[in-house]
């Protein structure tokens, strides 16, 4: 009998976690990106707790099953013991890790690296453009993020030609990425020491974004791919 309720409970888990998987997967092939990335990405907190709730309960009552299962043939108890504790462990590894994520989103959390590298090399493509002194991002909910940049345009520009690139660019990003619904440009003059700090600070986020689609590589099964720049 116990069994029995057991595999009704795991049946209904079960549904629920394939509902949130399926869902998962049409968000990533939306967003042109693997199912790793797009869960790793949390641009839908509620959906992410769905999904990691509904993974817990499923081991949960996998180890459930076994643990009732031992006990039956063996007439051991401590298995039923062991099951229940490996059970706590994983609701409080899960939960920390709730927690930990949350957290960093509460505090505004920088875009995907990414999703700036995309910005990045967008902006670099700008003939108005002389350099990207700095790019800055936080996201500030599920669909809203702030891009705050500041860049040196080509010298010859009148005040009225520079507030219409402005706007242009402005407009070209909202348009490409929706998510960045909150675009500020800043324009000064990069000095000789801005121009280095930004090509650094360029190759940093590059090393990133490669790491970042290596680990995916290699544990997502071949898928690919404060404020801080």
């Given at each position: 009998m116990v069994l029995a309720v057991l595999g009704v409970a795991l049946l209904a888990e079960g549904s629920s976690l394939v509902r949130a998987l399926v869902q998962i997967r049409g968000n990533a092939r939306h967003a042109?990106?693997?199912m790793v990335r797009e869960i790793r990405a949390g641009d839908d907190p509620a959906l992410r707790t769905v999904l990691a709730e509904d993974s817990t309960a499923c081991l949960g009552v996998v180890l459930s099953i076994a643990g009732v299962g031992l006990h039956m043939l063996t007439g051991n108890i401590a298995y039923e013991a062991w099951a229940s504790i490996l059970i706590g462990?994983?609701?409080?590894?899960?939960a920390f890790q709730l927690a930990?994520?949350?957290?960093?989103?509460?505090?505004g959390e920088a875009a995907d690296p990414v999703?700036?590298?995309?910005?990045?090399?967008?902006?670099g493509e700008q003939r108005e453009i002389d350099t990207v002194s700095t790019l800055l991002t936080m996201r500030?909910?599920?669909?809203?993020t702030l891009v705050a940049v500041r860049v040196d345009l080509v010298g010859g520009m009148d005040s009225e030609d520079v507030e219409e690139v402005l706007v242009?660019?402005?407009s070209d990003m909202t348009h490409r990425w929706p998510l960045a619904d909150q675009v500020f440009l800043d324009v000064t003059e990069a000095t000789a020491r801005d121009r280095a700090r930004a090509a650094g600070e360029r190759r940093a986020l590059d090393a990133t974004v490669e790491a970042q689609e290596a680990r995916e590589r290699g544990g997502g099964g071949g898928e690919n791919t404060g404020p801080q720049e």
């Amino acid at each position: 009998m116990v069994l029995a309720v057991l595999g009704v409970a795991l049946l209904a888990e079960g549904s629920s976690l394939v509902r949130a998987l399926v869902q998962i997967r049409g968000n990533a092939r939306h967003a042109s990106r693997g199912m790793v990335r797009e869960i790793r990405a949390g641009d839908d907190p509620a959906l992410r707790t769905v999904l990691a709730e509904d993974s817990t309960a499923c081991l949960g009552v996998v180890l459930s099953i076994a643990g009732v299962g031992l006990h039956m043939l063996t007439g051991n108890i401590a298995y039923e013991a062991w099951a229940s504790i490996l059970i706590g462990a994983l609701l409080i590894f899960v939960a920390f890790q709730l927690a930990s994520q949350s957290r960093e989103q509460l505090i505004g959390e920088a875009a995907d690296p990414v999703l700036r590298r995309e910005i990045h090399e967008f902006l670099g493509e700008q003939r108005e453009i002389d350099t990207v002194s700095t790019l800055l991002t936080m996201r500030l909910g599920t669909r809203s993020t702030l891009v705050a940049v500041r860049v040196d345009l080509v010298g010859g520009m009148d005040s009225e030609d520079v507030e219409e690139v402005l706007v242009r660019i402005k407009s070209d990003m909202t348009h490409r990425w929706p998510l960045a619904d909150q675009v500020f440009l800043d324009v000064t003059e990069a000095t000789a020491r801005d121009r280095a700090r930004a090509a650094g600070e360029r190759r940093a986020l590059d090393a990133t974004v490669e790491a970042q689609e290596a680990r995916e590589r290699g544990g997502g099964g071949g898928e690919n791919t404060g404020p801080q720049e």
